[in-house]
């Protein structure tokens, strides 16, 4: 296996796999609209998650909530090997209403889950996502099962997703639209009848990040979609609201520890 590989199959689209063998990248904090869940094989790492910090060795996992904030990165610059699953929050959903009664997306309560038996299921089943001889079927089932039953030892049906306040819940919204306008605080504001410092204040408070930081993650997630799907990564670029190629490449590997060109060409399909 490469040294970064990520596969989509357009046939299970509510799942991305990444496995990284022996990097040194670092990650800036970034977000995804993912559920993501992690593991490493090799060495260790130290991962923050909002204010929470941990430590990920072998035998845990790393659980991270959608629009969480975080890094992930190693100690003292030492190599390590890791799996990540970014599953979607519809998808995930689904699941955990085959689990209980719920209506919403029930967070994780902790960032790591420490339990030998399920790491196991995790690496096993990250292994057998990435396999050609796996029929379609087998590896949902797989998947269903894994999520299953880290929702069961990470979520409480208790922890019902917060309600963010109408106007950031709107805002957040306004920001993952048209990513390739160039908007202002000035403009958003007017369009919420809001004074723009207030809600810059407002969102920064609630979400960790500003509002520009935050429209800057939904552009990386739209350019890993188009790269996905084998587009250019010129007219990546332009059409996530990147000013350039080289615009995009700074900001996508300061997100992802990949260049775009990499993310591209180690896409199994």
């Known amino acids: 296996m490469k040294s970064d590989t990520f596969l989509i199959d357009p046939a299970l689209p509510f799942v991305e796999c990444r496995y990284s063998k022996s990097s040194q990248s670092l990650f800036k904090p970034h977000m995804h609209s993912t559920v993501s869940i992690g593991a490493v094989d090799q060495g260790q790492v130290q991962y923050t998650v909002g204010n929470d910090i941990a430590t990920l060795i072998p ?48 967070p994780f309560a902790a960032i790591r889950i420490d339990d030998s038996a399920l790491y196991q299921q995790y690496c096993s089943t990250a292994e057998q996502l990435f396999a050609p001889d796996i029929h379609l079927q087998e590896k949902e089932q797989i998947l269903v099962e894994l999520a299953s039953a880290v929702f069961l030892l990470g979520c409480s049906p208790q922890n019902a997703t917060e309600q963010i306040s109408g106007d950031i819940d709107l805002l957040k919204r306004m920001l993952q639209e048209d990513l390739h306008k160039d908007l202002t605080l000035n403009s958003l504001a007017a369009s919420l009848n809001a004074n723009p410092y207030t809600l810059l204040r407002k969102f920064k408070a609630e979400t960790g990040i500003t509002p520009h930081a935050y429209r800057m993650n939904c552009r990386i997630n739209l350019a890993r979609k188009y790269l996905s799907e084998g587009k250019d990564i010129t007219d990546t670029a332009l059409e996530c609201g990147f000013f350039d190629q080289s615009h995009l490449h700074r900001h996508f590997k300061a997100m992802t520890t990949v260049t775009p060109q990499e993310y591209r060409v180690n896409f199994i399909q």
């Not at 959608?66 to 699941?95: F, G, K, Q």
Request: proline share 2%; hydrophobic share 45%.
């Open 59 to 106: 035998g845990a996992l790393a659980l991270i909530n959608p629009e969480a904030l975080h890094s992930c990165n190693t100690l003292n610059s030492a190599e390590r090997s890791y799996y990540m699953l970014y599953l979607d929050i519809d998808w995930c959903l689904t699941v955990q209403k085959s689990l209980w009664e719920v209506d919403h997306f029930i």
